[in-house]
């Protein structure tokens, strides 16, 4: 009697076991098709959206001498956000003046500026992009110390301003 419903118990367990693994399957392809049908519908969208993110990011001179580290781009159908990263050895005032005036220029609105003993962090906003420079203050009293900044540009609605 015993071993019997020790067999009934493991053969409920299995089909439990089943169960479960084509639950979790269904919803894994259910998922898969939504993502996909979103991809269809917005996906264009959202890249001609990225390129020309990536096309006003062009559109802002570099400071004069610095060097590009690196570029990141990252979208998804609903936001996307554009990193670049950059060295010069250049007195991080004359760095933050730059930007705030390119800026400026291209009729970003400036939203804010915060300072901490890190980094200058400036905000700008232009057709519910935002646009955010970061400065990594310089670490010794010499005014030309190597500067390590990033320029982001983001839309969607972690970055609507």
Request: glycine residues 4%; charged residues 25%.
């Amino acid at each position: 009697m015993d071993r019997e419903r020790m067999d009934t118990d493991a053969h409920k367990r299995r089909l439990l076991s089943r169960r479960k693994t084509r639950s979790i399957c269904i919803v894994v392809a259910l998922l898969f098709a939504i993502f996909a049908i979103d991809w269809q519908i917005s996906g264009k969208k959202a890249t001609q959206r990225q390129e020309a993110v990536r096309n006003e990011l062009q559109q802002l001179p570099p400071f004069p001498s610095s060097i590009r580290e690196t570029v990141n781009s990252t979208f998804k159908t609903t936001a996307g956000v554009i990193v670049e990263e950059r060295t010069v050895a250049s007195p991080e005032s004359a760095v933050e003046d730059w930007y705030s005036e390119e800026f400026a220029r291209l009729k970003w609105k400036r939203l804010s500026v915060q300072r901490s003993e890190e980094r200058t962090v400036m905000k700008f906003c232009q057709n519910n992009e935002t646009a955010v420079v970061s400065i990594q203050q310089d670490s010794g009293a010499n005014d030309q110390a190597t500067l390590h900044y990033s320029i982001q540009i983001g839309w969607g609605s972690p970055f609507a301003c």
